[in-house]
């Protein structure tokens, strides 16, 4: 069932084509786009056509045959969802011959369904149970004793929903939805006639089956056939309230339906400007951990990290916080003191706490989780096209004709616009996937990539080039294009540059591995299409040259001429809810919102005059740096919002080491995460259910955050965080998030017509939302770059000083799973960990078998930093001589054996390329202990 | 700070710019520096540039001459 309220049109609305017609419905003039059903217009025009098949999620099926209607001068009944209009058609909804019809038909299902429609889960909220009534239909002419499937089968094996085959009328709604929608192709239609049947996979139960648990099927299902498990328990909703998922960066909305203080569902949003109804396991159902008993709910102070945390009121904690960072102010300078927004939390949250850094605090040393994923892409796209962020929409996808999916896992990360992307290329798009594993996207049904670039970890900036070079050196750039809106300078260097026969895909095959026929098929294939698109992930960022590659991406799209207008453009898929909103907020400690410079005087002015407080001029400590200075001892002091950065940043030891050496660590968060083991004081942190706010998307779509129930702590994550600048004297008056954002907007050139009232009636807004583009921008740069003139950077490839040796021949890259978010905060608190439920090392046969190691087997990986210890999972997913892990369960320790390499320019940290060795391990308890002691031996030093 | 992470920080930097700016590289370095590094990570590695040269030994040419400039204005 789709959300409460919706009024589903019957089938999609039509493609595009400025073209209207005009015709009569029941007598009433409607006017829609060319190509539109009958169904739908009916639907505009409020003349309801009875349906059973059909829903405006899926292409029209026309098998119920509820949806017929008389046609002037057409004979019969044709169906109205696969029926077109046309110009001066006459068309009746209504008439005694359509009732007796539709009445057969519904006299038909009812004879073969259960009519305990009291009990059943889904009643007042079930199509067959509203046609029913409509129609009047309270007996069946033919009689309930016949053959039936009142005791076919109940699947309950998915946590999150069931299947009850006595309840589905086999309208394949779920079959079409799994494959039109998602594009897994898990469902099926068994059996023919009165012996159909949905099933799973190959007859197998839900989770067992290749189900991913989008609940596609569940949203479109239009009886209880396939029902929430959390309906079945809690029941009905009584009312819904429109939200922005809190998980990856496509920021899905949804509709939260409530039952008292209880969440029943979250149903994914039609009208949803990101996802158009869509969603994935973990928005979609993964919602428990905001009421686990694991949450926080009362602040905690301890004098020591070895100490026991006592229960404290929020009085004696924020008091305690600004005392304590009063006195390391006062005793070591406002630079010994810091800290940490989190891409988590809502932009008016993450605007608060850089606020409180540096007009509280006295200090920019504020910084964001950002920083160890896309911080890259901020330095990368300013220096060429002038905006630090992506150029599309994700409607763009619709449009490209090739597109390029670089460092980045869709399927698993970003699984809403994954379904997307898998539609267009089911229309015929091509693909390029470059990768050092067999992603998903490779290979799927009905899905093949038409080049896979399986290069090894470390050499994408060789990749970009060699791609580059063909297109320079076979004559494939667009340079009329160039000439118009590129630097001509900057392009002759790096067409120069580029041309040089070291950068050709031969020379570089030896970097790469990746053949240069491959590579030469690749770059034609990307510059011969119109619309050539780029999606990237943090297989890109998370580099030593991850700002090289970004900046090698931008000059491929300026010199195909791929920027500027649907289906082409550069997108970063940001990995976290609120990335791109925390890095617009002005968390960097070197620039304000908008990405604006702490050295500019009028920029700064504008933020003193409004703030009140003299401003640092200069940049503040990045993460990394914070960490260094605490070992230099010249840091003493860490507010940490909403990142557990003892968990998901690099070489653990040395974060651990730092955050020990530190006075004073306040740890702001849901759960007692690993941070908190080395914090002093901690503040129970809201949950986006309990909040308001707005979140930006990957594609700088500001959505908001509107919250279903009264905070479990007493305090939204904003209102503590103006408890805390007024303990410290600097007084903070807020009475609701939107007056953050009215500052913001006051502030932000970018965010200058951002207010709630807008986000309220348009449902969302992408920025740049201003004067000039009053209603948002869905893509940017077009006509001219937001820096002017487009400039080319030389990417010379520089090999990462993380190379292979005797000592530790592979190299182990990270990534991510579908069913874990991130370190698994929440997601490990749900039902989730029964697809997973600890990070598993894949590994070549080949490297497996030369170590002795079989498939279950634990191994110890150690690099130049630490040693771990993971189950192994052979594969030839990934390549030889590289393994894989993720780092979603913090017992795995992935991040003890990451290392501090970072990136040249923001020093986001290489987590995508560590030289190690693997070795099967038969005691794997004594590796955990090593592993667990070490930790302990640091907390205490 | 630590200085060996700093050394290899300024040669990270170095590599990009010696291919981008070519003889402006330890300018556009420096520049880098100036925007992007909190003020005591400069001032420790242009103090050990002017009092303990030898702990910079491991910097890239590109590198010393960047700090070079950067102490000029520090």
Known sequence: MFAKGYHDLGTPAATVTGRVVTLEIDGTSVTVPDGTSVMRAAAVASRDIPKLCATDSLKAFGSCRLCLVEIDGRRGFPASCTTLVAEGMKVRTESPKLTELRRNVMELYVSDHPLDCVTCPANGQCELQDMAERLDITSTRYGLAGSNHHHGELDKSNPYFQFDQSLCIVCSRCVRACDEVQGTFALTIHGRGFDSQVVASAHESFVDSECVSCGQCVETCPTGALVEKSVIRIGAAERATKTTCAYCGVGCSFEVEMKGDQVVRMAPDRNGHANHGHACVKGRFAFGYATHRDRVLKPMVRATISDPWREVSWEEAIDRTAREFKRLRDKYGADAIGGITSSRCTNEETFLVQKLVRAAFGTNNVDTCARVCHSPTGYGLKSTIGESAGTQAFDSVEKADAIIVVGANPTEAHPVFASRLKQRLRQGARLIVIDPRTIGLVRSPHIAADVHLQLRPGTNVAVINALAHVVVTEGLTRDDYVRDRCEADSYAKWKKFIAEPRNSPEATASITGVPAALVRGAARLYASVPNGAIYYGLGVTEHSQGTTMVMGIANLAMATGNLGREGVGVSPLRGQNNVQGSCDMGSFPHEFSGYRHVSDDAVRGAFEAKWGVGLKAEPGLRIPNMFDAALDGTFKGLYVQGEDIAQSDPNTHHVTEALSAMECVVVQDLFLNETARYAHIFLPGSSFLEKDGTFTNAERRIGRVRKVMEPRTGFQDWEVTVLIANALGYPMRYRHPSEIMDEIASLTPTFAGVTYEKLDRLGSVQWPCNDKAPEGTPTMHVGTFVRGKGRFFVTEYVPTTEHTTAEYPLLLTTGRILSQYNVGAQTRRTDNVIWASEDLLEIHPHDADVRGIKDGDWVGITSRVGSTVLRAEVTDRIQMGVVYTTFHFPESGANVVTTENSDWATNCPEYKVTAVEAIRVVHPDEWRARHESSLRHTTTA | ?74
């Open chain 2, 1 to 74: 700070m630590n200085l060996d992470r700093l050394v290899a920080m300024v040669n990270d930097i170095s590599a990009f710019f010696a291919g981008e700016s070519g003889p402006d590289a330890p300018a556009a370095v420096a520049n880098h520096l100036r925007r992007f590094w909190e003020p005591r990570m400069r001032a420790e590695i242009v103090a050990a540039h002017r009092e303990n040269p030898g702990a910079l030994k491991d910097l890239s040419e590109v590198g010393r001459n960047a700090v070079a400039e950067l102490a000029k204005t520090a």
